[in-house]
């Protein structure tokens, strides 16, 4: 199964990520948790992607789309995936679909986790990354409003929308709940 997560920072990509994955049995893979990987080792991607994740900026595609094309090539990630955090823009749909197409692929579905953004702000504050600055956390909810939120149209018929509110077990039921019914798991 092929799954690509979308919502705003602070929406909980990342910890419903990480139980779907395991639920699905399919690996999870995050372009800011790879981003951040390769700033700890200080390879050359990383300190090309720094100063963009310390701005709260996309990183540009051409940095952006080889990582991915390059995970998405592994062979855990042949037969599944579970994308967080990527695709972001239109322009990373399009390099995406041509990815898979490549490997006679397709995806199953784009769950969208939705979080009125008062809520979100608070989380982001909460959490304490680097990048969770006020400042910043503002950059990335307006970069996500004007350059991911038309993602959402260009996926209308994938799309499944997820209210991303209440406790975690409740909001994974909910998503899973959402999934095309031949891939559910109980
Ligand atoms: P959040 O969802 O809280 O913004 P992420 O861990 O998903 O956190 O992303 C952190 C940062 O990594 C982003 O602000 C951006 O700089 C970079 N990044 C992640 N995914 C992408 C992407 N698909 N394209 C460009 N930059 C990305």
Redesign the pocket.
Known sequence: MRIVLVGP??AG?GTQATVLSRKLDIPHV????L?REHIGRQTLLGQEAKQ??DA????PDHI?NGMVRQRLGEPDARRGFLLD????TVE?AEELSGMLAEAGAELDAVVELTVPEDVVVERLLGRGRP?DTEGVIRR?QQVYRTQTAPLLEHYAGLLRTVQAVGPVEEITSRALGALPHHHRVA
């Open positions: 920072p602070g990509k995050s372009t800011g948790d981003f963009y994740l709260g900026d996309l990183v952006t955090g990527f695709p972001r990373q990048d990335r």
